[in-house]
């Protein structure tokens, strides 16, 4: 590190000031990014019971979602499934 540009310190400080700002973007970006995708899921699953207009006793099929986890000798996971 220069000796001009600041002691090693500063220069230290700055780097994990900047970090630290780089680790708060990515955690918001990844929050709202998970509330969009529950938003998402909910509106997509939501089915009301009562038939259509026009269409008297008319059975709609519910629309489901499966999350599955996984577990193996190489590690772990979900399984996501839709049935539409």
Avoid: H
């Amino acid at each position: 590190m220069k000796q001009g540009s600041g002691s090693d310190l500063n220069v230290l400080f700055d780097r994990a000031c900047k970090a630290n700002t780089r680790r708060w973007i990515s955690g918001l970006v990844a929050l709202g990014s998970g509330v969009a995708a529950v938003g998402l899921l909910y509106f997509a699953f939501r089915v009301s019971d009562a038939p259509k207009e026009g269409q008297p006793g008319a059975v709609r099929k519910r629309r489901q979602l499966a999350v599955t986890p996984v577990i193996g000798p190489s590690g772990g996971g979900a399984m996501v499934s839709f049935d539409w």
